[in-house]
């Protein structure tokens, strides 16, 4: 079982800038799995936003966040994070962590992940 706490969403004006942090617990060692954001908005369905696998060697970013968002995890303190910069009102949306047990690697589809935070708002005012 892996547990997961998503932190770090509010309300913030376009061009800002927030970090979200999700923290694992559990008995399944962190570092033996890969991590992904993800991120829905109200009527849309969820969708991959960055992927990180389990040594942080390969990560993947959606194209509307390439080079404004950054996904990178501390194994030691079994935390994985994303970094939001240059925010759009677009990027409003609750924002989930998950944990893929299984392949380890920057999977990009919701139903490959094995378990899920409770979501964070991110909203963001023009």
């Known amino acids: 079982q892996v547990q997961l706490v998503e932190s770090g969403g509010g309300l913030v004006q376009a061009g800002g800038s927030l970090r979200l942090s999700c923290a694992a617990s559990g008995r399944r060692s962190f570092s033996s799995y890969a991590m992904g954001w993800f991120r829905q908005a109200p009527g849309k369905e969820r969708g991959v936003v960055a992927a990180?696998?389990?040594?942080?060697?390969?990560?993947y970013y959606e194209d509307s966040v390439k080079g404004r968002f950054t996904i990178s995890r501390d194994n030691a303190k079994n935390t994985v994070y994303l970094q939001m910069n240059s925010l759009k009102p677009e990027d409003t949306a609750v924002y989930y962590c998950?944990?893929?047990?299984?392949?380890?690697?920057?999977?990009?589809?919701?139903?490959?992940?094995?378990?899920w935070g409770q979501g964070t708002q991110v909203t963001v005012s023009s």
């Open positions: 990180i696998s389990w040594s942080g060697g390969r990560t």
């Open positions: 998950a944990a893929d047990i299984v392949s380890g690697g920057v999977a990009t589809v919701p139903g490959l992940y094995d378990y």
